[in-house]
């Protein structure tokens, strides 16, 4: 019997995983975003949760970009 291949994990969650942001603030984004359908990531920085930096740090480390 074959395995389903893993799902990919949202944003959201790398950046809890990674200690960048809490659930709950993790969790008040998510709600802003359904209210105004902006992306979760300028939502975060926004906010104030995370910065660009870190921000940009998970997703390059998510797509093994490397960084100049």
Do not use: C, Y
């Not at 949760?49 to 970009?65: H, I, P």
């Amino acid at each position: 019997m074959k395995t389903a291949p893993a799902k990919p994990k949202t944003l959201g969650q790398r950046l809890v995983e990674a200690g960048l942001i809490t659930q709950d603030q993790l969790s008040t984004a998510l709600g802003e975003q359904r209210r105004t359908g902006e992306h979760l990531g300028r939502i975060l920085v926004n906010l104030g949760f995370v910065t660009e930096e870190g921000l940009n740090t998970s997703l390059w480390d998510e797509l093994g970009v490397q960084r100049v």
